[in-house]
């Protein structure tokens, strides 16, 4: 009985070293490795003494070395140790980051805003972070309404969300060479598209010429999505919760539809009112479309 869970254990942590490591930099590391290991197994077998005494004299430090390279993935992998062990007091705080994404397309909806939010699965985008600028911040609402400002430096590129944080912005992503998709799609949409080809991720766009709100998942793309529905698809992809909240009242044809005075400019910031109706909020919903 001790020998089968003994086995189970060393399984387990295989998999989940296999499942940190898939579709990052990291796994070209593990093959290098596994060649080393190799040659020397074969200068063990083959008696080849200088070779032998190569890698006897080096394997020491290699261990060093493998602490070093694959520091990023330690990290990653205690995180996540730290994060199945608290989930349960995690979980809500969750739910309320990805209903800032919500919230933050609501936004750049109603000011014809052009963003572009990636949302990391299984597979890891570390290849795409790197090539942006690091943040590691907590995903807020007020985070991606100043990453995404016109006139801010990182608005260009995509945001990528790791579990409740943005890892980066401005980062590059592939752009989908498929035929079969319209011709109105821009560089956003099809770069939206690219990353969910390659990986498991889910993009969030929001098109700055129209502002409607599109998800790209699997390769496909769904567009003209609305806020509920993007609330909807969120939580159903991630199989999280995300609970409603009162959406900011937007603003339609220079009014705007509620009891409060008309703002002077619409590219202000919008706060999030809990005080706000649900009525006003279903009214103000309706003018938009």
């Not at 086995?7 to 593990?30: H, N, Q, W």
């Not at 070395?65 to 996540?80: H, Y």
């Not at 944080?165 to 949409?189: E, Y």
């Not at 529905?229 to 995300?242: A, F, I, N, S």
Request: one cysteine or more.
């Amino acid at each position: 009985m001790i020998s089968i869970i003994d086995v189970l254990l060393v399984a387990l942590i295989i998999y989940e070293f296999l499942a940190l490591i898939k579709g990052t930099r990291a796994s070209l590391m593990v093959v290098g490795v596994a060649g080393l290991g190799l040659a020397f197994y074969l200068s063990r077998l083959g008696d080849l003494a200088a070779l032998n005494w190569l890698i006897s004299t080096l394997l020491p430090y290699a261990v060093f070395a493998l602490i070093v390279v694959f520091a990023a993935e330690i990290r990653q992998a205690l995180a996540r140790l730290g994060r199945r062990l608290t989930l349960s007091r995690t979980a809500g705080s969750e739910a309320d980051a990805y209903d800032d994404i919500v919230l933050a397309a609501n936004l750049f909806c109603q000011n014809q805003t052009g963003a572009l939010i990636v949302i990391e699965r299984e597979i890891g985008l570390r290849t795409y972070i790197e090539s942006g600028v690091p943040l590691d911040a907590r995903l807020s609402y007020d985070l991606l309404a100043t990453i995404f400002r016109p006139s801010a430096p990182l608005h260009d590129g995509a945001v990528i969300v790791q579990n409740d944080r943005i890892a980066a912005a401005a980062c590059f992503l592939p752009l989908s060479m498929n035929p079969v998709l319209s011709t109105q799609l821009g560089t956003r949409h099809r770069a939206g598209i690219g990353v969910t080809e390659e990986t498991d991720a889910i993009a969030v766009i929001v098109s700055e010429e129209t502002g409607s709100i599109s998800l790209a998942v699997s390769g496909k793309i769904e567009r003209d999505v609305s806020v509920d529905q993007l609330r909807d698809r969120l939580g159903e992809l991630l199989r999280r919760y995300v609970p409603p909240s009162t959406l900011p009242t937007p603003i339609s044809n220079g009014s705007e539809i509620s009891q409060g005075p008309a703002p002077e400019s619409s590219r202000g910031s919008l706060p999030r009112s809990p005080d706000s109706s649900l009525k006003d909020s279903r009214l103000s919903q309706g003018a938009d479309r």
